[in-house]
């Protein structure tokens, strides 16, 4: 979930899939690929309580706040208007600096949730969309993967139990396979299939941006303050909401304009305050003409134990 701004919709991942499943006749512009780089894993997660700078909120029952949201394009969100989806990203760490989230409590918000996921040294995330049309000619349940390590990151990305592309970025550079003669090759500035890369690797912010408004409440009812369910392991806090979205393109291209709302479900680890998990079923306005459902499921495991990740020669 690291990479440079994008101001492309996850729509955008129509381009993306499509170029790197369908340019098998195209002869790309490459860079050979030089040794890979060999990622180093900085420390785990700590777990202690003394962090003082991340502030905390005990969720209440208050009834949820609608945000309403605009379209995920704007690449700016201002500071003081809680806008769905500008996906606003932090800048790149800096090769070698030590990533490591602060400490959660059974109050740690969605929010600050996600930052916290954001500042994990490594771990895995999958993802299920259901309904989403990404990838042309390509129906059912698309599960892209990323596994994290630091700044390096890789994805890969099945449909119907079958691999669709995989993809590096190693450094801040971009490597994906060649649509000639196989194997793998940097995908330098001038390769046509370096943008939708990129695009790729900034799927998972962009969806997280727009599911996890700035200025969304979200609250806890019933069991789920008593802190006490598992989720992938971990002891956790299912949080609540129903998002307006002012524009379903991310969903499908064809569904720019339309609006919808988003039940969302978001799980925060107990101890150390990052998603553990996230489901959202999201439906279209039916006063704008939508009809279409769909729905995205996120599962983070392995904290703390991806290790380095490299190329493959």
């Known amino acids: 979930m ?5 101001n492309g919709k996850v729509g955008a991942l129509l381009l993306a899939l499509g170029l790197l499943t369908a340019c098998g006749g195209t002869a790309a512009t490459s860079t050979p690929l030089s040794p890979a780089s060999t990622a180093t894993t900085a420390p785990a997660a700590t777990t202690g309580t003394g962090a003082a700078t991340r502030t905390t909120a005990v969720a209440t029952r208050a009834t949820t706040t609608v945000v309403t949201a605009s379209a995920p394009a704007t690449a700016t969100r201002a500071a003081t208007a809680p806008v769905v989806g500008t996906a606003t990203r932090a800048t790149t760490v800096a090769t070698g600096v030590t990533r490591t989230a602060s400490p959660g409590t059974a109050g740690t918000t969605p929010a600050q949730a996600y930052r916290n996921l954001r500042a994990l040294p490594n771990s895995r995330q999958q993802w299920i969309f259901t309904g989403f049309t990404l990838v042309p000619g390509v129906s059912g349940e698309l599960r892209p993967t990323y596994e994290y390590n630091g700044n390096n990151q890789r994805v890969v990305v099945t449909a119907a139990g079958a ?3 995989e993809a590096y970025s190693i450094d801040s550079r971009l490597y994906g396979r060649n649509p000639i003669g196989g194997g793998f090759i940097e995908l330098n500035a001038s390769n046509p299939l370096a943008a939708p890369v990129q695009v790729l690797f900034d799927t998972p912010d962009t969806i997280l941006t727009t599911l996890i408004p700035a200025g969304a409440t979200f609250t806890t009812t019933g069991n789920d303050r008593d802190h006490t369910a598992m989720v992938n392991g971990r002891q956790v806090t299912r949080y609540t909401a129903t998002i307006v979205l002012a524009d ?6 064809s569904l720019r304009g339309q609006r919808g709302t988003a039940a969302t479900a978001v799980f925060v680890d107990n101890q150390q305050g990052y998603i553990v998990a996230l489901e959202s079923d999201i439906r279209a306005d039916a006063t704008t003409g939508g009809t279409a459902n769909a729905r995205a499921r996120l599962d983070v495991t392995d904290v703390g134990q991806i290790g380095p990740i490299v190329v493959p020669r």
């Open 2 to 6: 690291r990479g440079r701004s994008t």
């Open 163 to 165: 691999p669709v592309t």
């Open 248 to 253: 379903l393109g991310f969903v499908d291209p």
